[in-house]
């Protein structure tokens, strides 16, 4: 897809503008990168994006990779870190890359969003959500996402195994503006099970080896599926508050 991408995928390292070489830690998997660049690629109308959180720039790379090429295609990245704690590795990741159609608003996004929707209401046709990590922050950025979203876009959000995103997922599928339209899941030993299981280990493991215990925990029903990622669609127009 991309040779940064592939390069940065097989060290697990990234590069920093100071020249310092940095482990990746919590970014998005191969996975995850596949489903938004191939989200992106589905759409040809998908030309301007926004990246709320930008960290070491994985996402950044796939949205741009995926909408290299099309005509007026800009991506706006809102991270307030983006020089400081990650070193200006994600920009210098697009650089690298030689993507060009893109801007960095190095402000939080309670102070970014609110001036972007003063002039780009409705205009976004991509938004990908996962800046700061807490409840009030995630429900914030989708806020305004939805309202910097057009008719049609999508919205994107990232580490699902995190409570706030999580809650605001839950928020998001509550509202009739939105459809869920994708998601990317793995499918887990159950943890209450497996707790289970570690607390009767000892009797247990008089009647069953080691191996046993291995193959019985890869059973179906002691799995449980976990969403990591969800994309909406946005369907309708949000019209609850019909007095605003
Ligand atoms: C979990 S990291 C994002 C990881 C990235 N999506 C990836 O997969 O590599 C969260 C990001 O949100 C940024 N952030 C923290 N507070 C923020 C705020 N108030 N507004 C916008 N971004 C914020 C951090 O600097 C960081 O880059």
Not at 181 to 203: D, F, I
Not at 216 to 235: G, Y
Request: charged share 25%; proline share 4%; aromatic share 10%.
């Amino acid at each position: 897809m991309n040779k940064v991408i592939d390069s940065i995928q097989k060290t697990g390292t990234v590069t920093g503008k100071s020249g310092r070489i940095h482990k990746l830690h919590s970014p998005i998997n191969r996975q995850e990168g596949l489903f938004v660049y191939n989200l992106i690629r589905a759409d040809a109308s998908v030309k301007k994006t926004l990246e709320i959180g930008c960290a070491y720039g994985l996402p950044s790379l796939h949205i741009c990779a995926a909408t290299n090429g099309r005509e007026d295609a800009w991506h706006t990245i809102i991270d307030p870190l983006q020089n400081t704690l990650w070193d200006g590795v994600g920009i210098q990741n697009l650089d690298a890359a030689e993507f060009d159609a893109f801007e960095l608003i190095e402000t939080k996004s309670e102070f970014a969003l609110p001036l972007l929707l003063q002039e780009e209401k409705g205009q976004f046709d991509f938004v990908f959500v996962e800046g700061s990590q807490t409840f009030d922050h995630a429900l914030l950025d989708c806020f305004y996402a939805t309202r910097l979203l057009r008719l049609g876009g999508y919205l994107v959000l990232d580490s699902l195994s995190r409570t706030p995103a999580r809650c605001a997922v839950d928020f998001l599928n509550t509202l009739p503006c939105y459809e869920e339209y994708a998601s990317v899941s793995e499918t887990l030993p159950n943890p209450w099970l497996r707790r289970l299981l570690s607390l009767v280990r000892k009797p247990v493991s008089r009647l069953f080896t080691e191996e046993d215990l291995k193959t019985i925990l890869q059973e179906p029903f002691l799995k449980t599926r976990n969403t990591r990622m969800v994309a909406f669609k946005k369907i309708a127009e949000d019209n609850r508050d019909r007095d605003r």
